[in-house]
């Protein structure tokens, strides 16, 4: 197990709204609300201070499937806090190879990529991530990760693509690979967390509570497992 120490938690914590389900599965809904996200953003912002960053080219090789961005190809209305102000239904997209986030300015028929270090947290798609930065250790790397659980421990997710290429009977193949990695905040310190064995030694000051809730419950994955855990240890904590 890796400790951290963990810089930002100052930020962390200010971001304790819930995130709102934005994704649908109609996509005639999805563009219209794509379209009047826009509209507003263009009627309130005349001249945006977000429109700085430069044009994003998706390069993806005509032999590999799947898309770099996270949960929908199309832009999605979010929130974004970017440059030292909130704004509320611009179209994003998070694109996670590159660990960048995308905006559909006014005067761009493309997406642009914003600047990432002046991007302090988004919501997209029901899920809130923050920008951390790089521990002093370099074991930490700078980026967005998702804000799972809030609280006295935080569950954070590194959600990231990698493209994985074979070579086939026809030529080359490719696609997208999803990956995560988990850490958990408590008391100024990250942790880094592969199983949920390990996450239950790291919160060993409810022992007894936290074992007999695992033992009760089954999980279908490791996040919803340390997601359940991390849960439920901010209740037996809390005051």
């Known amino acids: ?22 994704a649908t599965s109609d996509t005639s809904l999805v563009a219209s609300a794509v379209r009047a996200a826009r509209q507003r953003y263009l009627s309130a912002t005349p001249e945006p201070r977000l429109i700085n960053g430069v044009a994003y080219a998706n390069n993806r090789p005509a032999y ?42 006014p005067a761009q028929a493309g997406p642009l990529q914003l600047i990432r270090q002046r991007v302090q947290g988004f919501e997209l798609a029901g899920h809130r991530f923050v920008r951390l930065p790089a521990d002093s250790a370099g074991v930490l790397a700078e980026g967005f990760y998702d804000l799972v659980v809030d609280g006295p421990a935080q569950l954070l997710v590194q959600r990231g693509k990698k493209l994985e290429a074979t070579t086939g009977g026809y030529g080359l193949k490719g696609e997208y690979e999803e990956t995560t990695h988990f850490f958990v905040q408590r008391r100024t310190r ?30 279908d994955s490791r ?17």
Request: overall charge neutral; proline content about 5%; charged content about 15%.
């Open 1 to 22: 197990m890796r400790i951290l120490l963990l810089s930002a938690a100052a930020l962390l914590g200010s971001y304790r709204a819930e995130a709102q389900a934005l």
């Open 64 to 105: 590999v499937t799947g898309q770099p961005f996270f949960q929908a190809s199309d832009p999605q209305p979010g929130t974004l806090d970017y440059d030292g102000q909130h704004f509320v239904g611009v179209p994003l997209l998070y694109e996670q190879v590159l660990d960048q986030v995308l905006l559909y300015g």
């Open 190 to 219: 990250l942790h880094e967390i592969n199983s949920p064995k390990q996450l239950l030694a790291l919160l060993a000051d409810k022992k007894t509570e936290m074992q007999a809730y695992a033992r009760g419950n089954r999980f």
């Open 223 to 239: 996040e919803a497992a340390l997601t359940g855990l991390v849960r439920q240890y901010n209740i037996l904590v809390k005051p």
